[in-house]
């Protein structure tokens, strides 16, 4: 089974950036479909971003021209690219990697993101 490790969180003012990243342990191309989720406290994870085998995205509304998620098949790294972020968008952040040939899917540990001043 894939082990997935995000980095790259942390405490950033509104109107900020940040780019989280996802290690996957082994090759993640044409095998498994990857997502960001996100969970703030009291609330129920909900997702952010997802990225098939053709590049085709998807993004909720409420992150929708300020969120970016993108892969490196070669370094079997899933980044999100964050920017403009508001303090709505605190919360921890998960990637998650959905097997395209069984109902398994796997989650990272999570990395918090805090937007504040």
């Known amino acids: 089974q894939v082990q997935l490790v995000e980095s790259g969180g942390g405490l950033v003012q509104p109107g900020g950036s940040l780019r989280l990243s996802c290690a996957a342990s082994?090759?993640?191309?044409?095998?498994?479909?990857m997502h960001w989720y996100r969970q703030a406290p009291g609330n129920q994870r909900e997702l952010v971003a997802d990225l098939d085998s053709f590049d085709n995205t998807n993004y909720a509304d409420s992150v929708k021209g300020r969120f970016t998620i993108s892969i490196d098949n070669a370094k079997n790294m899933v980044y999100l690219q964050m920017n403009s972020l508001k303090p709505e968008d605190t919360a921890v952040y998960y990637c998650n990697a959905r097997s395209i040939f069984s109902a398994d899917q796997y989650w990272g540990q999570g990395t918090q993101v805090t937007v504040s001043s």
């Open positions: 082994e090759t993640i191309f044409n095998r498994y479909l």
